[in-house]
C-alpha cells in the first residue's frame, strides 16, 4: 500500500485486523523505481517489487498505540 495522505489508515486498520502482514511505502521512494504508476498496474507493479524485496515499510505504530493517539488528541 502506497502512503497517500491519510487515505491508508483505513484500509490498514481493516486489512490488519484481519490478521494480514502490511506494509505502508513511502511514496517518493516508490516513484524512484521504474516500472508503470496506474491504478490497478501500480498495485500489480508494488506487489511484484514487494515479493522481490525492493521496497521498504515504513513505521506504523501498533494498533493500541494509534487508539491512545487519537484518544490524546481529543483531550
Known amino acids: ?3 497517500t495522505g491519510i487515505y491508508w489508515k483505513s ?3 481493516a486489512l490488519e485486523k484481519q490478521g494480514l502482514m502490511i506494509w ?3 511514496a517518493r521512494h516508490v ?3 521504474p ?3 496506474t491504478g490497478f498496474a501500480d498495485a ?3 506487489a511484484i517489487l514487494a515479493r522481490n524485496g525492493l521496497l521498504r515499510g515504513g513505521f506504523v505504530p501498533p494498533a493500541v498505540f494509534r487508539e491512545l493517539r487519537l484518544i490524546a488528541r481529543q483531550m
Open 1 to 3: 500500500m502506497e502512503s
Open 11 to 13: 484500509p490498514y486498520a
Open 24 to 26: 505502508v511505502v513511502n
Open 31 to 33: 516513484k524512484q523505481v
Open 35 to 37: 516500472g508503470r504508476k
Open 44 to 46: 500489480q507493479w508494488l
